[in-house]
């Protein structure tokens, strides 16, 4: 359900019945000229759709103004925003804090921007990964005051780590693609993989019209088609299908 269409009585089901909270976080980036701005989002959001179909989960509004860098293009009649990871991290603190304050306790982001290493991370990942660990310290020593991790009652705290039940599962987060599927279907940038996902996940983001070959990344973007992103489309809803029922 999307949370802005939630009900008071719908909340409170979801976190008695510890429902998924999803949140989508992207850019908005300049992505050569045959695709929109919004790809590395509107990916996420349209896989969530989809998977919003299938079982009980709170879709938050997604989140489009991440860290876009101008690393591939100026932002000048291009279209990159650039949010700096600072800010990201702010937000993304006030964000965390809220909701668990509201009572959600199994939140998941789904991340595509810059993910193709996304255990080192990037500015826009790291900023709201460093958030929501700022954030749980937080709130758990306000709740059980300084010296929480050394009271008796912690003793299976390890145990407790292992199983995924511990406080710092609480958020977790994503690439769009796991490894699995990043090695078959390797990242690009408006190239074959990201323009055939698209034709896939979101055709009305693609004109190919428009496709201009005159920069490297977008090349093979000429080789983009629908069965190309339709097989990566099924390995990222299963995994992703996956994590949202394991709870």
Known sequence: MRY????????RKAIKESWPVVLSVGVLEYH???CVTGVDTLLVVKAVELLEKEMDMVVLPPFYYGAASY?????????????????????????FRSLLRIGFRNIHIFVHHQSENFSAGMPTDLAFKLAA??????????????GWWGSNSMENYYTEHEA?????????????MDEKTQKKYPIDHAGLQE?????????????????????????HAKEANPEYGNAAKKMILDKMRSILTNR
């Open 4 to 11: 802005e269409m939630m009900f008071p009585y719908q909340i």
């Open 32 to 34: 050569a000229e045959h």
């Open 71 to 95: 690393a591939v293009e100026p932002p000048g009649n291009n279209g990159s925003v650039q949010i700096d990871s600072d800010v990201l991290n702010s937000f993304g603190r006030e964000l």
């Open 133 to 146: 660990r700022q954030i749980i310290f937080e709130f758990i020593e306000k709740e059980k005051g300084e």
């Open 164 to 176: 995924g039940t511990d406080p710092f599962s609480w958020i977790k987060f994503y690439p769009f």
């Open 195 to 219: 323009t055939s996902l698209m034709m896939a996940f979101c055709p009305e983001g693609v004109d190919m019209s428009k496709l201009s070959e005159n920069k490297w990344y977008c090349k």
